[in-house]
């Protein structure tokens, strides 16, 4: 088994920022395309951001560039995705992922449990 566990999410002004971490547990023989998903009240789950095995590719959502930026960590199958410029709309829970096969987050195979961004205007 693999788990995932996300760490850093809270409330904050819109216009502040907020640092999620997200790191892998358990059978983690080899390196994972991981990143974030988030899912508002309501509504589909949305793709955020993800980052290869590597870390050679990195890709986001498009209401998200600029403002977001994903990074591995230095331990293996960590991640951060760094949240500046916050508005009310990112509001949402945040779910990291990993994917076997794809740096695009196309199958995950792991899901955390998610953690809460809540976005004040």
């Known amino acids: 088994q693999v788990q995932l566990v996300e760490s850093g999410g809270g409330l904050v002004q819109a216009g502040g920022s907020l640092r999620l971490s997200c790191a892998a547990s358990?059978?983690?023989?080899?390196?994972?395309?991981m990143g974030w998903f988030r899912q508002a009240p309501g509504k589909e789950r949305e793709f955020v951001a993800a980052?290869?095995?590597?870390?050679?590719?990195?890709y986001y959502t498009d209401s998200v560039k600029g403002r977001f930026t994903i990074s591995r960590g230095n331990a293996k199958n960590t991640v951060a995705l760094q949240m500046n410029s916050l508005k009310p709309e990112d509001t949402a829970v945040y779910y990291c992922?990993?994917?076997?096969?794809?740096?695009?987050?196309?199958?995950?195979?792991?899901w955390g449990q998610g953690t809460q961004v809540t976005v004040s205007s």
């Open positions: 358990g059978r983690t023989f080899i390196n994972y395309n």
């Open positions: 980052i290869s095995w590597n870390g050679g590719n990195l």
């Open positions: 992922a990993a994917d076997h096969t794809t740096a695009t987050l196309d199958r995950p195979v792991y």
